[in-house]
């Protein structure tokens, strides 16, 4: 038998992998309310902060843009970025749902490497967030906000980029949450945090003139560079800064939760809930 | 001499601290043997579960199946087990075919191969004119020979299920125990039950492995097990057993 580990050959991989992501995309397919609270969330922003923000708010001349810009043009990139910061978020508490109601062991009986099994899921919940990102560009354009015309296709390896590094930080906190009623809290101290104190609003040079800190801060998150290389994609434009900031974050988010799922640590160390 | 399809020896895990969830637990499970996993609640038999499924590692001692030790061959001591888990583990908003494919793939069954033998299981389980009904609308009885349907659609050689009837009715129950009988007789599969209800156990055919406080307290076929024991039936054996005495005590009468 040809082989290459495990006995299932590279077709049997890749036969996996597009199990695992099918599943992911038909679980969200089946359930409406999701995909639609995907897309009201970015929507509202869009329609009623950026409408009452544009007169407020006047924005300079910054690259990737080469003329004044609504303010609803800027914030764009920071909606996509929300779109996927909060598909991370639900692709964690799914995670962990599925942990404690014990789904999570099906995929971990499969014969394949647990670091591939898990990559799989994560890249089945970026797909899941491209899907949600293709809809809401479709409306963005339909409410007729220029961008450019092959913006949808430049944008797509920023997308799986910064799709996987928000997955992978949703699964390095599914793996450190033990309990489903935690979860409220990581909303707040993760979620409002990573967005409030990025580009996805105001543009650092703004927070730079609010004060020093913020603007440290917003500089470090991750989440800045993520919206920033979706900005610059959406342009045809790569930023390098960007690029390198978000592949580094990916890849320590995703080490720390392939070691988060080791077996020697078991699913989390818990003892199992019975006998 | 045949390689057992479940081999477990020496096996001892801690969740931290002092106390041992198992100890020194070592038995064997043959092709086309039916053996139940007999213990009361909190036996340790979910610790066992999740050491001979990798889940959990062990802190001494070896799980092998078919010859592969799960600790250093995963793949291939997993490619030879089916799992059916205590909790329910399908999703509800699949369909059952949807549910199966997703299982089939995940052992790299492309969707050709993997239809064929979802209609052989399913309709050995007569279920299969329900393959395209979301899980949410069938009962637990209906969910629960899914889910066996599912963990054979890999052919395994160990089937592993971890109180499969919890929660079911009586009819429900003999199906499920008359259908994994009949997989052990036919196809030679075999077989690790655990449960702690004693009426699931054939006192004719059937092995059994009594675990009590983490560490096996009897072994082997059930007739063995009793005359052993010096009971007449497995029910005694396991009050005798099981009993909350002094372990000196049950050595003794033992």
């Known amino acids: 038998m040809n082989s290459l580990v495990n006995?299932?050959?590279?077709?049997?991989?890749?036969?996996?992998?597009?199990?695992?992501?099918?599943r992911e995309v038909l679980r969200f397919v089946h359930q409406r309310e999701r995909f639609l609270g995907a897309l009201v969330r970015p929507l509202v922003w869009l329609f009623v902060f950026a409408a009452g923000f544009r007169a407020a708010l006047g924005i300079?001349?910054?690259?990737?843009?080469?003329?004044?810009?609504?303010?609803?043009?800027?914030?764009?990139?920071?909606?996509?970025?929300?779109?996927?910061?909060?598909?991370?978020?639900?692709?964690?508490?799914?995670?962990?749902?599925?942990?404690?109601?014990?789904s999570m062991r099906v995929l971990l009986t499969s014969p394949l490497p647990r670091g591939f099994l898990l990559v799989a899921r994560l890249l089945g919940g970026v797909v899941v967030s491209v899907l949600q990102v293709a809809a809401f560009l479709l409306i963005v354009r339909l409410y007729g906000i220029d961008l450019p015309a092959w913006?949808?296709?430049?944008?797509?390896?920023?997308?799986?980029?910064?799709?996987?590094?928000?997955?992978?930080?949703?699964?390095?906190?599914?793996?450190?949450?033990?309990?489903?009623?935690?979860?409220?809290?990581?909303?707040?101290?993760?979620?409002?945090?990573?967005?409030?104190?990025s580009s996805a609003l105001y543009p650092l040079y703004r927070m730079e003139e609010a004060g020093e800190l913020l603007w440290w801060l917003c500089s470090l998150?991750?989440?800045?560079?993520?919206?920033?290389?979706?900005?610059?994609?959406?342009?045809?434009?790569?930023?390098?800064?960007?690029?390198?900031?978000?592949?580094?974050?990916?890849?320590?988010?995703?080490?720390?939760?392939?070691?988060?799922?080791?077996?020697?640590r078991g699913m989390g160390s818990r003892a199992p809930s019975a006998g | 001499?045949?390689?057992?399809?479940?081999?477990?020896?020496?096996?001892?895990?801690?969740?931290?601290?002092?106390?041992?969830?198992?100890?020194?637990?070592?038995?064997?499970?043959?092709?086309?043997?039916?053996?139940?996993?007999?213990?009361?609640?909190?036996?340790?038999?979910?610790?066992?579960?999740?050491?001979?499924?990798?889940?959990?590692?062990?802190?001494?001692?070896?799980?092998?199946?078919?010859?592969?030790?799960?600790?250093?061959?995963?793949?291939?001591?997993?490619?030879?087990?089916?799992?059916?888990?205590q909790q329910p583990t399908l999703d509800l908003d699949l369909t059952v075919a949807q549910n199966l494919r997703y299982f089939a793939a995940l052992h790299g069954i492309g969707r050709r191969e993997a239809d064929r033998r979802?209609?052989?299981?399913?309709?050995?389980?007569?279920?299969?004119?329900?393959?395209?009904?979301?899980?949410?609308?069938?009962?637990?009885?209906?969910?629960?020979?899914?889910?066996?349907?599912?963990?054979?659609?890999?052919?395994?050689?160990?089937?592993?299920?971890?109180e499969p009837t919890v929660g079911l009715d009586i009819p429900a129950r003999r199906t499920l125990i008359r259908h994994v009988h009949a997989l052990c007789a036919d196809d030679g599969i075999a077989v690790l039950w655990a449960t702690h209800l004693i009426d699931e156990i054939d006192p004719a055919t059937d092995h059994v492995v009594l675990l009590h406080r983490g560490r096996v307290r009897a072994s082997g076929p059930v007739a063995a097990v009793n005359e052993q024991a010096g009971c007449a039936t497995v029910a005694e054996t396991f009050d005798r057993l099981t009993t909350a005495k002094p372990l000196a005590d049950v050595e003794a009468a033992a």
């Not at chain 1, 997955?167 to 809290?185: C, D, H, K, P, Y």
């Not at chain 2, 399913?122 to 889910?147: D, I, P, Q, W, Y």
């Open chain 2, 1 to 85: 001499m045949t390689v057992p399809a479940l081999e477990v020896e020496g096996l001892r895990h801690s969740y931290g601290g002092d106390r041992f969830a198992l100890e020194d637990v070592g038995f064997g499970v043959m092709p086309g043997a039916f053996t139940c996993l007999l213990g009361p609640n909190g036996a340790g038999k979910s610790t066992l579960f999740a050491l001979a499924t990798g889940l959990l590692r062990p802190t001494a001692g070896h799980v092998r199946i078919h010859g592969h030790d799960i600790a250093d061959e995963p793949g291939k001591a997993l490619a030879r087990m089916g799992v059916v888990f």
């Open chain 1, 221 to 264: 998150n991750p989440f800045t560079h993520g919206v920033e290389l979706i900005r610059f994609a959406l342009y045809g434009q790569v930023d390098g800064q960007a690029l390198a900031v978000v592949t580094g974050a990916t890849l320590l988010f995703a080490a720390l939760a392939v070691r988060g799922y080791s077996p020697a």
């Open chain 1, 7 to 22: 006995g299932l050959g590279a077709k049997g991989w890749w036969v996996a992998f597009q199990g695992i992501v099918a």
């Open chain 1, 60 to 102: 300079a001349i910054i690259p990737p843009y080469e003329t004044y810009i609504p303010y609803e043009v800027y914030i764009v990139p920071g909606l996509i970025g929300m779109i996927q910061l909060f598909n991370g978020m639900q692709g964690s508490l799914s995670m962990v749902y599925d942990r404690e109601m014990g």
């Open chain 2, 118 to 162: 979802i209609e052989t299981e399913l309709t050995r389980l007569s279920l299969f004119e329900r393959r395209a009904e979301k899980v949410r609308a069938l009962n637990g009885g209906h969910r629960r020979r899914v889910e066996i349907a599912r963990a054979l659609l890999h052919r395994p050689a160990l089937l592993l299920l971890d």
């Open chain 1, 151 to 197: 913006a949808p296709l430049t944008v797509l390896p920023a997308l799986l980029l910064n799709g996987l590094m928000l997955g992978a930080l949703g699964m390095v906190l599914a793996s450190t949450i033990r309990q489903l009623e935690n979860f409220a809290g990581v909303m707040n101290f993760v979620v409002f945090p990573l967005f409030f104190l």
